[in-house]
């Protein structure tokens, strides 16, 4: 039997103010399930977020989809969605299919091709993710995967200047 395993981290550090306690360090994470549906993230008023972390096989990328399904693989499109509702699509990633007797790294992806290129995504726009068939090689999946397929997103959560908050 295989095991997978996925590192998750918060980056605590003590508060700045002297209180006591541990801050988050501005680090924000949320776990989310994907499929063929829209699925959107996006930071809160006053906000924005960028990632962190290296290329893949350096340090742990900021946002990633690990697949645990065993019937299929798929491909994780990420769309940069503007505050007018415009999607502009920012790149793709193959995330094969989970085989529970081996070691399968390419079940689990760098799947962030706008904040792994050192974007920033500012209130009110968003980044939107969506499935669609992957392939083994040259013979495409006929289905979507029907095990979860994870989207791990950690970010860096920073205050925007108030003279660049939207009105």
């Given at each position: 039997?295989?095991?997978?395993?996925?590192?998750?981290f918060?980056?605590?550090?003590?508060?700045?103010?002297?209180?006591?306690?541990?801050?988050?360090?501005?680090?924000?994470?949320?776990?989310l399930?994907?499929?063929?549906?829209?699925?959107e993230?996006?930071?809160?008023?006053?906000?924005?977020?960028?990632?962190?972390?290296?290329?893949?096989?350096?340090?742990?990328?900021?946002?990633?989809?690990?697949?645990?399904?065993?019937n299929?693989?798929?491909?994780?499109?990420?769309?940069?969605?503007?505050?007018?509702?415009?999607?502009?699509?920012?790149?793709?990633?193959?995330?094969?299919k989970?085989f529970?007797?081996v070691?399968t790294?390419a079940?689990?992806?760098?799947?962030?091709?706008?904040?792994?290129?050192?974007?920033?995504?500012?209130?009110?726009?968003?980044?939107?993710?969506?499935?669609?068939?992957?392939?083994v090689?040259?013979?495409?999946?006929?289905?979507?995967?029907?095990?979860?397929?994870?989207?791990?997103?950690?970010?860096?959560?920073?205050?925007?200047?108030?003279?660049?908050?939207?009105?």
């Amino acid at each position: 039997m295989a095991l997978l395993i996925v590192p998750s981290f918060q980056d605590q550090k003590k508060k700045s103010s002297g209180g006591g306690g541990f801050s988050d360090g501005g680090v924000r994470s949320q776990r989310l399930s994907l499929s063929a549906a829209t699925t959107e993230v996006g930071p809160p008023p006053g906000n924005a977020w960028s990632g962190f972390g290296g290329q893949e096989g350096e340090e742990q990328p900021s946002v990633q989809a690990i697949n645990f399904a065993t019937n299929a693989g798929c491909v994780v499109n990420e769309y940069f969605v503007s505050a007018d509702g415009t999607e502009r699509k920012t790149g793709e990633t193959q995330v094969d299919k989970y085989f529970p007797d081996v070691v399968t790294p390419a079940a689990v992806k760098a799947c962030s091709p706008y904040l792994q290129g050192g974007g920033i995504l500012a209130y009110p726009n968003k980044l939107r993710y969506r499935l669609t068939l992957g392939s083994v090689g040259s013979i495409p999946d006929t289905a979507l995967p029907t095990g979860r397929v994870l989207l791990h997103f950690d970010v860096a959560e920073f205050d925007m200047p108030k003279d660049q908050e939207p009105d």
